[in-house]
């Protein structure tokens, strides 16, 4: 690895060069000829201004000329292929296992990830588990600095913005020894700003030192429907002000740290009942309720300086009549994103690959009506070679000016310029040693972890347990699946913290689905493990009408010994649970299940730490939604 004062003297010469065009000629000859004259949808000529930037110490008119030098030495095929985000199979940026060569060349026609740079010239790269991308924290910034060296390496030195989703919570693709933070309800029940801040300023540490520069986060959703299928904890909660505070503050944090933080999904995606990967949502808010529930978020990120804002592929027909998903609107992308909210930074899809926007048109079109909607970035195509000769053949024939194609690669170096990568792209063992799931981050994770938890019911002041009274503890319930690499099963993760607080904990998994639930042979199996124990502390994961985990609880409550209820993800649980006969002594919401969460939960079920969550989303009876039972900002402590 060079040393960074050597790194950063070669990029810079690099770079220099290139911009004054002494980097050799173009890789494939001269560009295709293209008609330069600004089209319907073609966003304007490429004079366009440079977004505003508040970051400290940047000598901004240096950043325009490198710029300028690297726009004018790119071929046309270069221009389409920064515009581009997408995801490669393997490990190393050279050296891939076998298993992931043969998927690359069958989803790409390359190797690997440096192939990938010098045939599509991708300006990102996305980081995800399932394409084994990610190992262990040292492995990670290999591959990071592997990819660079290949950008670097082409006849115009562009880094590349390496990316990934990693809301934290339900979602994170960085898993341990990385730190783990709560995720964004727990966040949205802490109401802390300054909690959200320095999770996001602590993540971002993170990230970058494994070389990841770009994050698909915060979500700016508002969780409006309790039902909603993709967005639920995902979402800082359900009042559009609060949701507003904690996004702002979470860009600042990973801004902060010198990462580019994504709001994400634009123009909300909080009150839908499908799922955009699976189905194309329709969004039913009028112009006034999108103004009051939807936009405070987006507009508080824009106002504090968000580097990008990521397409939702979903129907609004209050801003747009067309049957068209936002991703590809321009009444909606340009229309109101860019000219009604002012916002001039980079605007990128939602994952092409989703079924949310490939319902209409084919995959080679796609791409194309993003570009002509307003967007800049084109995250995740099915087929990256379709994608970029759909644009290619675009540019040809007029459709989009190559000045177009301009307007979004100026946003997007700009952005890699705001966060440092034309400086230095790369990092080192050092820097992940120093950073990366250190002592002092873990305790920051669980100290904010200890503000989330929300303690709904306690009746007869059974909460919290005593070692004395309750020794003899049964941890028993669904063991969802955990996001990659951040611990579990819940129900051992549970016992393990409890048998640590001074109690005899004893894990007993149901299952590890939701709906329908546990099988009537788990259900008694539990029951007789419940019996003669001095409490049972039950897990619900997204309990639904007629699940067997609502008979399981009342099964456990039947024995006549304290139950005490962990809601894992969703805090709506506790609705279906307040029956005659169902209900438990005490319910808690922990908003999502990996380690950190459930440590906080044991550690307020055992009283080393007072509950100081309140529900960021109402709680409506099962029976009856339009009455609420439990507010936003309903809380017990001790």
Not at 375 to 384: E, F, N, R, T, Y
């Amino acid at each position: 690895m060079h040393t960074k004062t050597s790194r950063r003297a070669l990029l810079t010469a690099t770079l220099a060069a290139a911009a004054a065009g002494g980097c050799g000629g173009p890789e494939n000859g001269s560009p295709a000829p293209a008609d330069r004259t600004t089209t319907a949808g073609s966003g304007g000529p490429s004079a366009a201004p440079s977004r505003p930037t508040t970051e400290p110490g940047r000598d901004h008119e240096r950043d325009r000329r490198r710029i300028d030098g690297l726009i004018g030495r790119m071929t046309l095929d270069q221009k389409i292929g920064q515009l581009f985000v997408t995801r490669v199979y393997g490990h190393s940026a050279t050296r891939p296992d076998p298993a992931d060569i043969a998927a690359n060349r069958k989803e790409i026609g390359v190797d690997n990830a440096a192939e990938l740079i010098a045939k599509y010239h991708v300006g990102g790269v996305m980081y995800v588990g399932w394409a084994h991308n990610i190992r262990d924290p040292h492995q990670v910034a290999a591959l990071s600095n592997g990819i660079q060296r290949a950008a670097l390496a082409s006849s115009v030195p562009v880094p590349v913005l390496l990316s990934t989703d990693q809301e934290y919570g339900t979602v994170a693709r960085v898993g341990a020894p990385a730190t783990l933070f709560p995720g964004a309800m727990a966040l949205g029940a802490g109401g802390s700003a300054a909690d959200a801040r320095t999770a996001a300023r602590t993540a971002g540490a993170e990230l970058a030192a494994l070389g990841i520069r770009q994050d698909y986060a915060p979500i700016a959703d508002v969780n409006v429907d309790p039902a909603n299928p993709v967005i639920g904890v995902r979402s800082f909660g359900a009042d559009p002000k609060a949701v507003a505070r904690l996004v702002a503050a979470q860009v600042e944090g990973y801004q902060g740290a010198g990462v580019a933080a994504t709001a994400k999904h634009f123009p909300g995606h909080g009150d839908t009942s499908v799922d955009s990967h699976v189905g194309l949502p329709r969004i039913t808010h009028s112009r006034k309720e999108w103004e009051r529930l939807d936009a405070p978020p987006f507009r508080a990120a824009i106002a504090a300086g968000i580097d990008s804002i990521m397409t939702a592929h979903l129907l609004f027909p209050a801003l747009d009549p067309a049957d068209d998903p936002a991703t590809l609107s321009r009444p909606i992308v340009t229309g109101v994103l860019r000219e009604e909210l002012g916002y001039d930074g980079v605007v990128v899809t939602d994952s092409l690959g989703m079924a949310g926007v490939r319902k209409k048109y084919g995959d080679d079109r796609v791409p194309v009506l993003a570009l002509k909607a307003g967007v800049d970035q084109l995250l995740s195509p099915p087929s990256l070679s379709l994608a970029i000769e759909g644009v290619r053949k675009a540019v040809r024939a007029g459709e989009i000016s190559e000045d177009r194609l301009d307007r979004s690669l100026r946003r997007i170096l700009e952005l890699k310029a705001r966060r440092g990568l034309l400086d230095d792209p790369y990092t080192s063992d050092r820097a992940v040693n120093r950073t990366v799931g250190t002592r002092e981050h873990r305790a920051t994770a669980d100290r904010i972890a200890d503000r989330t938890t929300t303690l709904i019911t306690n009746h007869g002041g059974l909460l919290p347990l005593s070692p004395r009274r309750h020794r003899d503890l049964l941890v028993v319930g669904v063991d969802a699946a955990a996001p990659s690499g951040t611990g579990g099963p819940p129900t051992s993760v549970l016992a393990r913290a409890l048998s640590g607080l001074g109690f005899r904990a004893q894990a007993l998994t149901t299952g590890t689905g939701g709906s329908p639930g546990p099988s009537p042979e788990r259900v008694e199996a539990a029951v007789a493990a419940a019996r003669g124990r001095d409490a049972v502390v039950v897990t619900t994961y997204d309990i639904v009408s007629g699940s067997a985990q609502r008979t399981l609880v009342a099964r456990l409550v039947a024995t006549g010994v304290p139950v005490v209820h962990l809601a894992l993800r969703d805090p709506y649980d506790i609705a279906r649970l307040t029956g005659r006969g169902t209900a438990p002594g005490a319910s808690l919401a922990a908003y999502c299940w990996t380690d950190v969460e459930l440590r906080a939960a044991a550690r307020v079920i055992a009283g080393r730490t007072a509950p100081r969550g309140t529900l960021p989303v109402a709680v409506r009876h099962a029976d009856d939604p339009s009455r609420v039972r439990y507010p936003i900002g309903h809380g017990l402590t001790y």
